[in-house]
C-alpha cells in the first residue's frame, strides 16, 4: 500500500475526531479598534430570561436523501427583542428504525465552534458511530448553530489562504505585526459584511436556540449528547432549562467557569502533552515511520524549523501550494486529537523530512475548513464569531506576547500558537456578551460528564470541575489519550447508552480503561 493511501485511509479518521474535537485554533488578530477599524454594529443586547422563550411551531421536515429529514426552525436573532428579526436554523434528522420502540429524539452537537451538527449526524449514522440499538430507539437530530453551514449563516473573508501562509509561531516583532493587522483586516471584514448578525451568536443564544429546536421536534424534554463545544452549550442550556432535561451527556467537556486566558493556557499544555506521547511512541517503537533512531522529538524540532526557514512543496498530490510553518503547525494540531491518527501523523512528518508536505496540507485542509475544490466552508468565521462574544478578551496586543511568555515553559511549542489564537477579538466590532461563570442547573436530573484524562482539547480538569459545578453532575473518567471518549471506549460508550436510552445513571466516578 501506497504512503498516500495508507495516510488517506488513516485521514477519515482524523478529520471526523477534528469535527467532534471542536476547539480548533484559528488564525490570529489584537489591540483595541478605533472608529475607522471597523463598521459599526449593533451592541449586543442583555440576555433575557427563560420565560421570555417563545412559541415555535412543529418542524416541517422534508426528505433531503439516503433516508434523512430536514427542515428549518425559525428563531429570533435577539430573545430579548424579538422584533429585532430572525433566524433560521437547520435540522436533521435520522429517523429511529424502530418506531413502536422510539423514546424520541436526541439531539446532538459535534463541537467547533463552527462545526455542522447537520454533516456529522449525516456523517456519523453513514458511518455506523452510534449503535444500533440506539438508533433504534431515537431520531438522531443534528443541527447547525446560528452563523453556521447552513443555517443563517456568517462569512467574513472568502479566501482563508494568505492566513494561512502567517507563522502562528512569531520569531520576531515584524511576524507579530503581520498577525495583528491580519487581526485587524479580518474583524473589520467581519463587520462590513455581517453588520445584522455579528451581535446575535453568542452560545447563549445557541442554548436558547436549543430549547426551540427541543419544541420542534415534538419532545417534552430533552435528551442531548453533546462533544466539546457542545458541552459549553448543553451546561447552559441546563442552567437554563433545567426542567426541560431528560438525559444528558457532556462529552469532552467545557467548563464555562473558566476565562479566555485559562482556555487557551489549558490546551496549550494539554497539546504539549499530547505531542510529547506521540514523539515517546514514535522513539520507543522501531515500526514507527517517525522513529529516527529513537530520537524522534529531536527530528521533529529539527523539521519544524526546517519548514520555518523553507516552506516545503506538496508534491505528493501534485500541489501548487507549499507548505510553511502555518499549515504545518495545523496539520499537526488536528492529528493530535486522536491516537488513531498518530501513524498518519508519523507518515506526514517522515515524508515532509524527505521534502514533501503533502500529508501535512492533507490534514490541515480539513481542519482549516478548506475544501478540496479550494473553497472554504465558513468554519472560521463562526468560530470566531462566537468566541468573541463568549469570552472577554484583551484588546491591548501586548497582553497576547505576554501569554505567549508566560506559557513558554509548560508548552514550548504550542505556546504561541495558542496565546496568539484569538487576537481577532481584540479588534471585535461587538463586545462580549457572555461572563464565564460556574453554572449549576438546580434542579435538573443526573448530567452525566465525561472527561479523558489526556484530552489534549479540552483538559480533564475541566470535566472534574464541571461535574462539581453541577448540582447533579456525574463524572465518568476515560483513562486515555484523546479528545473525547465516546468514540475511544467501549466502557464509556456502554454506559452513555444505557444512561441514554433507559436512564440507568452510571456510578459516579466511574473510570473505564478501555
Known amino acids: 500500500m501506497s504512503r498516500l493511501r495508507h495516510a488517506n485511509r488513516m485521514l477519515a479518521a482524523t478529520v471526523l475526531i477534528a469535527l467532534i474535537a471542536g476547539c480548533s485554533p484559528t488564525t490570529p488578530s489584537p489591540s483595541e479598534p478605533s472608529a475607522t477599524d471597523v463598521a459599526a454594529v449593533p451592541s449586543t443586547p442583555a440576555s433575557p430570561s427563560p420565560a421570555a422563550t417563545p412559541a415555535v411551531a412543529p418542524a416541517r421536515w422534508t426528505d433531503c436523501g439516503k433516508g434523512f429529514l430536514c427542515a428549518d426552525v425559525r428563531v429570533p436573532s435577539d ?41 456529522f ?42 492566513q494561512a501562509e502567517l507563522d502562528p509561531t512569531p520569531d520576531d516583532a515584524a511576524q507579530i505585526t503581520a ?4 487581526a485587524r483586516d479580518y474583524a473589520g471584514e467581519c463587520a462590513k459584511r455581517n453588520d445584522a448578525t455579528l451581535p446575535y451568536l453568542s452560545t447563549d443564544a445557541v442554548a436558547r436556540d436549543l430549547d426551540l429546536i427541543r419544541a420542534a421536534v415534538g419532545d417534552e424534554r430533552l435528551t442531548y449528547l ?8 448543553g451546561s447552559l442550556y441546563a442552567d437554563l432549562f433545567p426542567d426541560h432535561v431528560r438525559a444528558m451527556v457532556l462529552d469532552g467537556a467545557i467548563d464555562p467557569a473558566i476565562d479566555l486566558q485559562q482556555l487557551r493556557f489549558g490546551q496549550a499544555k494539554g497539546f504539549e502533552q499530547a505531542l510529547t506521547d506521540f514523539l515517546d511512541y514514535c522513539a520507543t517503537r522501531p515500526t514507527c515511520e517517525f522513529h529516527e533512531g529513537g530520537k524522534s522529538a529531536e527530528a521533529f524540532d529539527a523539521l519544524m524549523a526546517s519548514i520555518d526557514k523553507k516552506p516545503l512543496p506538496a508534491t505528493l498530490i501534485k500541489s501548487t501550494r507549499e507548505v510553511g510553518p502555518g499549515l504545518a503547525w495545523f496539520g499537526v494540531v488536528a492529528a493530535l486529537y486522536s491516537t488513531d491518527s498518530w501513524r498518519t501523523l508519523a507518515t506526514a512528518l517522515s ?7 503533502s500529508l501535512l496540507l492533507l490534514l490541515a485542509d480539513p481542519y482549516r475548513g478548506r475544501k478540496p475544490n479550494g473553497s472554504y466552508s465558513n468554519l472560521q468565521d463562526a468560530y470566531t464569531a462566537n468566541t468573541c462574544l463568549d469570552y472577554p478578551a484583551p484588546t491591548d496586543v501586548s497582553v497576547y506576547t505576554t501569554w505567549a511568555r508566560e506559557l513558554q515553559a509548560a508548552a514550548p511549542h504550542f505556546a504561541k500558537i495558542l496565546a496568539y489564537n484569538d487576537l481577532a477579538c481584540a479588534f471585535w466590532p461587538v463586545p462580549a456578551e457572555r461572563t464565564p461563570k460556574p453554572v449549576s442547573a438546580a434542579g435538573a436530573p443526573p448530567i452525566v460528564v465525561v ?11 475541566w470535566a472534574t470541575s464541571l461535574a462539581k459545578e453541577l448540582d447533579s453532575g456525574v463524572l465518568v473518567t476515560r483513562d486515555g489519550d484523546g479528545h473525547t471518549g465516546y468514540q475511544a471506549s467501549l466502557c464509556v460508550r456502554k454506559a452513555v447508552d444505557g444512561y441514554l436510552m433507559d436512564l440507568v445513571v452510571p456510578k459516579d466516578g466511574l473510570t473505564c480503561t478501555s
Open 226 to 233: 453533546g462533544f466539546s463545544y457542545g458541552t459549553l452549550i
Open 79 to 119: 430573545y430579548a427583542s424579538p422584533a429585532t428579526g430572525y433566524m433560521d436554523i437547520s435540522i436533521l434528522e435520522s429517523p429511529a428504525t424502530d418506531r413502536s420502540q422510539r423514546i424520541g429524539s436526541l439531539v446532538i452537537d459535534p463541537g467547533g465552534p463552527g462545526a455542522s451538527g447537520v454533516d
Open 121 to 162: 449526524v449525516r456523517e456519523a449514522v453513514g458511518a455506523k458511530v452510534f449503535p444500533d440499538e440506539l438508533r433504534r430507539r431515537f431520531d438522531i437530530v443534528g443541527f447547525d448553530p446560528r452563523g453556521v453551514n447552513s443555517s443563517t449563516a456568517i462569512r467574513c473573508i472568502d479566501n482563508l489562504d494568505p
Open 351 to 357: 515524508l515532509a523530512k524527505s521534502g514533501d508536505g
Open 451 to 461: 472527561g479523558s484524562t489526556r484530552d489534549p482539547a479540552t483538559p480533564y480538569a
Open 179 to 182: 498577525l495583528v493587522d491580519s
